[in-house]
C-alpha cells in the first residue's frame, strides 16, 4: 500500500507528466543550447556556490566508504551549515530584519521519501533535522516552534545562531534600511547539493538561512518539494539557489526533472527553467538571480542561471572544481 507521502509525488508527477508530455511534442529542440557540464561519469556530486567545494570533498568521502546517496548530501551541506564564516547557511546565517536567524532545508532519497524544515530557529544543522522528518514522521514538513520542538525531543541543541559577523552586518543594514528587503545576488546563496553514488542512486539536499533581512516569517523555496529541490531516481535530480519566490512560482526543480523525462539534457533543462522565469513578465527582473543544478541518471551534468555571478562545485573523476555558470542575461 502506498503511504500519503508517496500517494501525493506519484500522483502529482502522473498528472504533471501528461501536461509536459503534451507541451513537449510541440518542441522539437531537446538539446542544450551550450556544451555540457557532465561526461556522464558516476558517482558524482554537484553543488551551488564556492562552498560546495568543501561540501562536495565530504559527500564524496561518505560514497566512496560506501555510503548511500542521501548520506552523503546529508554530510556534504552539514560542512557550510556548521561554518560560522558562511553568512548564508546555518550558523552565521544573516538574520531576518528583526535579527532572528530563520533556515530552511529539504532532503529527498532514492525511493522517494523526502522531509524539510522551514521557520526553524536554533539549531544549527536543519538539514539532519529535515532527515528525521523524512526517516522518523508520516509527514514532510515541520515549521518553527513545531520543528524547534521537534528538533530538541530528538537530541539537537538550541544554540544561538546569530554570530557577532553576522549581527554587525545586520547592524550596519539597520541604519539605511527599507523596510522590504530587497534581493540581490549576495543574499540568497544557498546550498544545494545532488549525489550519485556507487549503486547509481540519486539524492539529492537542499538547506539555507534564506533571503537576508527577509520579513519575519518569509519562508523561500528551499523546503518546497518540487521547488527548491526535486529527485526522481529514475531521471535525475535538480536544486535551485536564488530569489525563492521566482523559484516557487515556476516550481523549477520539478519542472526540470519533468523536462528530463521527456528528453531533455540536463544542460537544456535548466536553460529552459530559467527561460520560464526571464519571460514571466516579472517586474524589475534584472535585479533578481536564480540558478539551477541538474544531473540524470546517466551521471550528465548542467547549470544555468539569470544573470552573471552563479558558480557550482562538480566533483568527478576524481576532480573537485568550481565552474561558472553560463547565464541567460549575458
Known amino acids: 500500500m502506498l503511504n500519503r507521502r508517496k500517494f501525493i509525488s506519484r500522483s502529482a508527477i502522473t498528472s504533471l507528466s501528461v501536461l509536459f508530455g503534451t507541451q513537449l511534442l510541440k518542441n522539437k529542440s531537446y538539446a542544450s543550447t551550450t556544451p555540457g557540464n557532465g561526461e556522464g561519469t ?20 561518505v560514497i566512496m ?27 552565521g546565517g544573516l538574520p531576518d530584519r528583526d535579527g532572528k536567524v530563520t533556515l530552511d532545508a529539504s ?29 522518523n514522521t508520516p509527514h514532510i514538513m515541520l515549521a518553527g516552534e513545531g520543528a524547534l520542538q521537534f528538533a530538541l525531543e530528538n537530541g539537537f541543541k538550541k544554540e544561538n545562531l546569530l554570530t557577532p559577523k553576522a549581527k554587525k552586518a545586520w547592524e550596519e543594514w539597520k541604519k539605511k534600511a527599507k523596510y522590504e528587503p530587497v534581493p540581490n545576488i549576495e543574499n540568497h546563496d544557498t546550498i544545494g547539493m545532488l549525489a550519485i553514488d556507487q549503486k547509481g542512486n540519486l539524492s539529492g539536499a537542499c538547506t539555507t538561512s534564506g533571503l537576508a533581512y527577509k520579513i519575519r516569517g518569509r519562508v523561500g523555496d528551499s523546503p518546497i518539494i518540487g521547488a527548491g529541490l526535486y529527485v526522481d531516481n529514475n531521471v535525475g535530480g535538480a536544486t535551485a539557489t536564488g530569489t525563492g ?70 566533483f568527478v573523476n576524481g576532480k573537485n572544481e568550481l565552474v561558472d555558470s553560463d547565464n541567460y542575461f549575458k
Open 107 to 135: 532532503i529527498m532519497d532514492e525511493t522517494g521519501n523526502c522531509g524539510s524544515v522551514c521557520f526553524l530557529e536554533h539549531i544549527v544543522h536543519p538539514i539532519s533535522v529535515a532527515r528525521l522528518v523524512m526517516d
Open 65 to 91: 566508504e560506501g555510503g548511500r546517496a542521501v548520506e552523503a548530501v546529508e554530510a556534504g551541506v552539514r560542512v557550510p551549515e556548521g561554518d560560522p564564516d558562511n553568512m548564508s547557511v546555518g550558523l
Open 42 to 61: 558516476k558517482p558524482l556530486v554537484i553543488s551551488t556556490w564556492r562552498h560546495g567545494i568543501p561540501a562536495n570533498e565530504e559527500a564524496m568521502r
Open 245 to 314: 519566490e521566482l523559484v516557487i512560482r515556476t516550481v523549477g526543480s520539478f519542472l526540470i526533472v519533468e523536462l528530463m523525462r521527456n528528453g531533455y539534457t540536463p544542460q537544456a533543462a535548466c536553460e529552459e527553467a530559467v527561460r520560464r522565469i526571464a519571460n514571466a513578465n516579472i517586474p524589475d527582473i534584472h535585479k533578481h538571480q536564480v540558478g539551477y543544478i541538474a544531473v540524470n541518471k546517466a551521471g550528465e551534468t548542467g547549470a544555468y542561471c539569470l544573470k552573471p555571478g552563479f558558480n557550482y562545485a562538480l
